[in-house]
């Protein structure tokens, strides 16, 4: 029989927990509004706003407080020691320009639920809610669990936020985070301190849906290599007066290269390797593009996301090939930014294990699945540290102002989240 004391709670203290739930999600819902979806910018004012308001609820429910040297905020067991290793639940607290209210929160306050329940094993725990996870922000993703284990270079440092122009330097700074320390790349943390490391997150794609999986442990996590930015560079001239082949047109450059890198990632795919591609920022400059204008300059982001390092590297090496070859059939010219890469994580199958279980045990039916989003709980994996994460199914998607979750489906993640680390405590 479960002594996880969610699965085995009454009622009414089912009750009080949805109640909870549902008020926090609200909250947090109207004070990161935007009149579209929810922003809470990374290592900005919403994303503060949201830490302070679980604080302060922490707080009201008994739980230490305290800021790790990264700024992220940490919601700790009472009487757990600052240093005491401990079983750590985390997830995000920003969220992407106009996104969903569940992509991060969710799994903070499946956390928190799982401590003020009170009726959990005795097992140390403490949950991590983490700034700055979104790459829509800086341009990089996991800033906050990336400082935490030494990550963040100098060059990170000098990314700018979207909207504000600051850096992340000053933006860090301005949360009270160990500058000293991060430009050092020191790590912020002992990581003998994380026993454990679970992560409740919304699935954001549409698989467990179509299966009728409210539940699912993740097996891995999708790594990628980025740019940020690719300028095409080619001649801006009257649209009229110039034949097709004396033109140097960057967006057809561009258009070009992209259909070539499907092509590419089409046939990969039908060798049965793991690939996603995507150009999700195109541009032309409004200051000086018409209708009448050939273009001369055109920028865009490129992304490739794969299970697999060494998918990712050939696949750039594919890059850079079909670069050099439309720069020279189409007379233009590509300057790259700085490449970043996130590195692809595997789920501990312990850890695995014991969600599965625990969804088992709950009588929901589940799955073990490949993450394609990003999620911190890759750091902690990386690390060596033995890290799960559990999906709850959810509607329309994410990273869009429509995403949505069921309060069930949630509520039944709390209680896989809650048993597992009763197992997880008793391996101790
Ligand atoms: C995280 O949200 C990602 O971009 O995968
Ligand atoms: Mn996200
Ligand atoms: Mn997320």
């Avoid at 928190?112 to 329940?117: E, K, R, W």
């Avoid at 409004?286 to 990712?312: C, M, N």
């Avoid at 696949?315 to 300057?335: D, M, N, P, S, W």
Wanted: proline share 4%.
């Amino acid at each position: 029989m479960s002594t996880s004391a969610t699965s085995s709670a009454s009622p009414a203290m089912r009750e009080a927990l949805r109640e909870t739930a549902e008020k926090l999600f609200a909250d947090i819902r109207e004070l990161s509004f935007d009149g579209v979806g929810v922003t809470r910018e990374s290592y900005g004012r919403r994303e503060t706003e949201t830490g302070d308001y679980l604080a302060a609820f922490a707080q009201s429910q008994g739980l230490t407080v305290s800021h790790d040297r990264a700024g992220n905020y940490i919601f700790s067991n009472p009487g757990l020691a600052p240093e005491q290793p401990a079983i750590w639940v985390g997830s995000h607290i920003d969220s992407v320009p106009q996104g969903g209210n569940f992509d991060g929160l969710a799994g903070v306050i499946a956390g928190l639920l799982c401590q003020v329940s009170g009726q959990h094993s005795a097992a140390p725990l403490r949950t991590i809610a983490f700034r700055g996870e979104e790459s829509a922000w800086f341009g990089k993703a996991y800033l906050g669990s990336s400082a935490l284990f030494g990550k963040i270079s100098a060059a990170d440092l000098e990314l700018v936020q979207r909207s504000s122009g600051q850096t992340l330097d000053e933006c860090m700074a301005s949360v009270g985070a160990d500058m000293a320390a991060i430009r050092a790349g020191e790590p912020l943390f002992d990581k003998k301190q994380v026993l454990a490391y679970l992560e409740l997150h919304i699935e954001q794609g549409p698989v467990m849906i179509a299966r009728d999986l409210p539940l699912a442990a993740v097996n891995g996590i999708r790594g990628n290599i980025r740019h940020n930015r690719i300028e095409c560079l080619g001649e801006a001239q009257h649209s009229g007066v110039v034949p097709r082949w004396l033109r140097r047109d960057a967006m057809f450059a561009v258009s070009d290269l992209i259909m070539r890198l499907d092509a590419h990632w089409k046939e990969l795919l039908e060798r049965g390797i793991d690939l996603v591609v995507t150009a999700g920022i195109v541009q032309t400059d409004p200051a000086e593009h018409s209708i009448s204008r050939i273009p001369g300059q055109v920028s865009f982001s490129l992304e490739a996301r794969s299970k697999s390092a060494d998918t990712l590297e050939a696949f750039y090496q594919l890059v850079q090939a079909e670069l050099q070859a439309v720069g020279k059939e189409r007379g233009v010219r590509f300057v790259t930014d700085r490449r970043l890469r996130s590195d692809p994580a595997t789920m501990h199958p312990r850890v695995c294990q014991v969600l599965m279980a625990a969804c088992a045990a709950l009588g929901v039916a589940h799955d073990s699945i490949p993450s394609g989003a990003g999620h911190d709980a890759s750091l902690f994996a990386n690390a060596g540290i033995p890290s799960g994460m559990l999906f709850v199914r959810n509607q329309n998607g994410s990273h869009n102002p429509h995403e949505a979750m069921e309060m069930d489906d949630f509520l039944l993640g709390v209680h896989a989240l809650s048993e597992a680390i009763h197992t997880l405590g008793s391996d101790l």
